[in-house]
Antibody, heavy 120, light 110 residues
């Protein structure tokens, strides 16, 4: 079955960087993109961006442009999210989700989530 | 404040029909597909409705989606206790160039 398994929780200091991984399995890797969505504690969902698994082209939410990088490793069918210059309000659960090509908003399934805590 | 507006809460008794609304604009709902997600407590969101009114396999037909103009709705009929969750609408916004989520609606089954 299709599975997205994410790396474990992280605690980082303000100004640091974090890299979260998302290991995919159960389908042909390059037939779907991967989106990243985050959720601050007790808050709603925020889309961060999408990466093509065909050519590694990424589209980022304007709010995060310059601080975020999404990459892929086709040999291990793993996708990575790096967020730099962390701030307290980056504390959130970060989800990867399989996304469609030309179907923005379609996310199925989702990873289990990775809690990133930014604390001094 | 989200570009897609949902009521923060909704409620119903078992067996009832509940409708959750999602209001947007011509740059999002009025121009492109709407998606709905269910998030049970402590879990990742799950795709419930895609492309306005399509159900993925495995989603009960008690859940249905519709759209009219710049608004969309999720209807849940035959309400069950396990439907108690947060529900989010989502759509691409071609003015902001992001996928927008509604603020979420917390559904309580009384």
């Amino acid at each position: 079955q299709v599975q997205l398994v994410q790396s474990g929780p992280e605690v980082k200091k303000p100004g640091a960087s974090v890299k979260v991984s998302c290991k995919t399995s159960g389908y042909k890797f390059n037939t779907y993109g991967i989106d990243w969505v985050r959720q601050a504690p007790g808050q709603g969902l925020e889309w961060m961006g999408w990466i093509s698994t065909l050519d590694a082209t990424a589209v980022y939410a304007p709010k995060l442009q310059g601080r975020v990088t999404m990459t892929i490793d086709t040999s291990t069918t793993t996708v990575y999210l790096e967020l730099r210059s962390l701030r307290f309000d980056d504390t959130a659960t970060y989800y990867c989700a399989r996304g469609g090509y030309g179907d923005s908003g379609w996310f199925d399934p989702w990873g289990q989530g990775t809690l990133v805590t930014v604390s001094s | 404040q989200s570009v897609l507006t949902q009521p923060p809460s909704a409620s119903g008794t078992p067996g009832q029909r509940v409708i959750i609304s999602c209001s947007g604009s011509s740059s999002n709902i009025g121009n492109i597909y709407v998606y709905w997600y269910q998030q049970l407590p402590g879990t990742a969101p799950k795709l419930l409705i895609y492309r306005d009114d399509q159900r993925p396999s495995g989603v009960p037909d008690r859940f249905s989606g519709s759209k009219s103009g710049t608004s969309a709705s999720l209807a849940i009929s035959g309400l069950r206790s396990e439907d108690e969750a947060d529900y989010y609408c989502a759509a691409w916004d071609d003015r902001l160039n992001v996928v927008m989520f509604g603020g979420g609606t917390k559904l309580t089954v009384l």
